[in-house]
């Protein structure tokens, strides 16, 4: 168990639907990360929260979004579902930002989009 | 623009021999370099890390090579074993604020008997 909590550990929706992935972070880290891990296309970051806040954003979709809540938990929603979100979606935490000793991963959630 | 470059994509190793990935890099800024592993269903882990200051890490039968100058590192597996077999990606990043991991493509690795 590497601290990094993700529900759930699989999801399975259609087309069109919009679901939201949680993650709680390892207990004392403040930042966040959220990555995408497709078949071909490796780990592709998509956004970073630091205590609450926005600090950078990656290949993100418009019709996604994330938040991070005051007790540190963030979740990220994404809607209007296509065949193509369906991949391994990642949320990491560390200390800080660009903390110097890594970051710790969930299990990541598994989406199908059927 | 894929700021780390990974290769192999793919290896086989024999049970004992020598495993080596490497990895490219072009953002100079980066000052940390950690290697994760992961196996099927689970999430990448960090294995080793390096900073640009020293040119050779190693922690049991992993080594990491860091050559500044070519903006190259590689990992190095000896003694590879079956439970070796699993997905290793470098990743880089800019220890500074609002920054975070760039990763490469992914070494699929398989140890065979």
């Known amino acids: 168990d590497s601290g990094v909590t993700q529900t759930p550990k699989h999801l399975i929706t259609a087309t069109g639907q919009r679901v939201t992935l949680r993650c709680s972070p390892r207990s004392g880290d403040l930042s966040v990360y959220w990555y995408q891990q497709s078949l071909d296309q490796g780990l592709q970051f998509l956004i970073q929260?630091?205590?609450?806040?926005?600090?950078a954003k990656g290949n993100i979709l418009e019709r996604f979004s994330a938040q991070q809540f005051p007790d540190l938990h963030s979740e990220l929603n994404l809607s209007s579902l296509e065949l193509g979100d369906s991949a391994l979606y990642f949320c990491?935490?560390?200390?800080?930002?660009?903390?110097?000793?890594?970051?710790?991963f969930g299990s990541g959630t598994r989406l199908t989009v059927v | 623009q894929q700021q780390v470059k990974q290769s192999p994509q793919s290896l086989i190793v024999q049970k004992g021999g020598i495993s080596i990935i490497n990895c490219a890099y072009e953002?100079?800024?980066?000052?940390?370099f950690p290697w994760y592993q992961q196996f099927p269903g689970k999430g990448p882990a960090l294995l080793i890390a390096i900073r640009p200051d020293v040119s050779e890490k190693k922690e049991g039968r992993f080594t990491i090579s860091f050559n500044k100058s070519a903006k190259q590192f590689s990992l190095h597996i000896m003694d590879s074993q079956p439970g070796d077999s699993a997905t290793y990606f470098c990743?880089?990043?800019?220890?500074?604020?609002?920054?975070?991991?760039?990763f490469g493509t992914g070494t699929r690795l398989q140890v065979t008997l």
């Open positions: 990491a935490s560390s200390p800080t930002p660009g903390a110097n000793y890594g970051y710790t």
């Open positions: 990743a880089a990043i800019y220890t500074g604020t609002a920054s975070k991991l760039t």
């Open positions: 929260y630091y205590n609450g806040e926005e600090r």
């Open positions: 953002n100079t800024a980066f000052d940390y």
